[in-house]
């Protein structure tokens, strides 16, 4: 419960046996109930809405286990994918259609949409480091040119004849301060102040944890009242400090939005399966807005009049700021009419492994495959279904069960796990694994991942056969726990989980001292592996309340003293509390 201005505003989360999620009432009353299939996938949601109004939400799975339809009243969404899991096609009820095909590393390469019977055929190509370097959409085309990453220049060509040049530049961080028509100032080194251009004049005030609490654009001033990192109440002044809208901002358990109530009155979101806000409804159902996207989230179109402009939340569900057309994704802004951020990103993320060498370029959004992955925070993207629907129960399963075991057994679940999240986009998809991972060690281990397993991440199964297989023929062998808070946990032993997969480690400790494991000097890394030709492997998960330079100094004094070993620093427990 929340209480704003002497009125109690409440959401109430309440969950079946095994963790799911099973209903959400909020302060109007309303309830939405979630159900599940026999795998524990949700099939369906039924939202009661005002004058008996009842809102139902269906889900059916493949065989795969990938969503194949999501329909709700206002809409039906059919999807159908590759080898790798890519979405390449979806078919609405109502006869729109977007097609996708994808290059060797997963950037989107083509995008056709049909629209009221016009099709469109956009085509994309990028450099090595996953730069956009080339768009073209029929007759125009647009060319971008970037040194060391930094988009420095657009050109729109038209039959071959160029329309415009736009040159942009950066600061020494990779800020941009100008885009050819604006100016961009920044604060507290990646924070975006204001900008001011022709025409626009917008500021901006963040919180000690760098979310925004207020914006003014043109003297209109929105005010936003955080929970978390959720925004529960915005306030919209006029010039003069008149209240001009107060909207209120209900959420699921992940965060999800799924109501507003303005000035009084609430409206509903539909969305489809990539977490797109497509329909807003009233209590009695009627559609008051509604929204399409392109793959990158620029909208094709908007219908609704003031609810569709007030309401921020649209594409993913991230917060759209329509005066600069950019997604506020927290740490950072996303620009879709260029596909990638405006800044570049903290350089702590280049020490977290994503399995593509795409995340070595600090501006891509979503590794240039925003069909399929998802990025609300602005500091690494993951598989859409990981977000919505598809896998965020197995997800939850895994991540309660990897944390809440010891030894080996959270490090078999860790090695799912992380084989899961890293396999996203590319095969990592959700289905039956026939109770549980076939093998004699599961009873060594007390099956302790057993329960979960029945409904897994076949991405991350073969992460933790190998894991287990390793452990139970005596080839790796486990000591010690994780320690810490439960993310620290579950980021341990999901890298000790990677080191016992790969076979390369005879020994693998969890918050054990170094001359324990036979090295030299006292300190305790999160995981050590001894490895079976020499190299040994620290390491360092970096808490909330530690610095990176703490923990590269400790990393630095535990290398120094043991020659031939490597080290990895995992920052990003540390990044989701900025």
Known sequence: MEVIDGVAYTTSLNYNEDNTLKSITINSGVDFEYYYDEKGLPNRVI?????????????????????????????????????????TRITTGTGDEASYTYDSLNQLKTESITQDGSTRVIAYEYDSHGNMVRRVEGNKETLYTYDLDRLIQIEEKEDGVTTSIKTLAYDDAGNLVTDGEY????????QLQGISGTGLTTSYKYNENGLRTQ???????????????????????????????????????????????????????????????????????????????????????????????????????????????????????????????????????????????????LFTYCLNNPVNRTDDSG????????????????????????????????????????GAIAGGASGAVLGAVGGGISGGW?????????????????????????????????????????????????ATNMEA?????????????????????????????????????????LVEVVSPKQSINYISNKMNGMLSNNPGSVGKIVSWVRNLFK
């Open 47 to 87: 939202a009661s809405l005002g004058f008996g109004y009842k809102l139902y939400t269906q889900y059916i799975y493949n065989q795969r286990g990938l969503l194949e339809s999501y329909q709700h009243d206002k809409e039906t969404y059919t999807y159908e994918f590759d080898s790798k899991g890519n979405i």
């Open 183 to 190: 100016s961009y100032t920044w604060q507290m080194g990646r």
């Open 215 to 361: 914006k003014t654009v043109n003297g209109q001033t929105h005010e936003y009242t955080l929970l978390g990192s959720s925004v529960t109440r915005e306030v919209i002044r006029d010039s003069q400090g008149t209240i001009l809208w107060t909207i209120h901002y209900s959420y699921a358990g992940d965060s999800t939005p799924v109501s507003m109530n303005v000035n009084g009155t609430e409206y509903y979101y539909l969305k489809n399966a990539q977490g797109d806000i497509t329909h807003i409804v009233d209590e009695e159902g009627n559609v008051v807005a509604s929204y399409e996207y392109d793959a990158w989230g620029n909208h094709l179109s908007i219908t609704g009049g003031e609810i569709a402009e007030l309401n921020p939340y649209r594409y993913r569900g991230y917060r759209y700021d329509s005066e600069t057309g950019f997604y506020s994704l927290q740490s950072r802004y996303y620009d879709p009419e260029i596909g990638r951020f405006i800044n570049a990103d903290d350089t702590d993320v280049l020490g977290v492994e994503q399995d593509s060498l795409l995340q070595f370029n």
């Open 379 to 418: 500091y690494l993207s993951i598989p859409n279904w990981l977000k919505v629907t598809v896998g965020a129960v197995a997800i939850a399963g895994l991540a309660v069960a990897t944390v809440a075991t010891g030894g080996a057994a959270a490090v078999i679940c860790g090695a799912a796990l992380s």
């Open 442 to 490: 599961q009873g060594a281990l007390d099956g302790a991942c057993s329960g979960f397993m029945s409904g897994t991440l076949i991405g991350g199964a073969t992460g933790a056969v190998a894991a287990g297989f390793n452990i139970a023929t005596g080839a790796t062998s486990v000591v010690g726990k994780a320690h810490g808070s439960t993310l620290h946990k579950l």
């Open 497 to 537: 989980g990677k080191m016992a997969a790969s076979g390369q480690y005879s020994q693998i400790g969890l918050n054990k001292s170094l001359n324990t494991m036979g090295l030299n000097g006292k300190l305790r890394p999160d995981v050590i592996g001894i490895g079976k030709k020499g190299v040994n492997k």
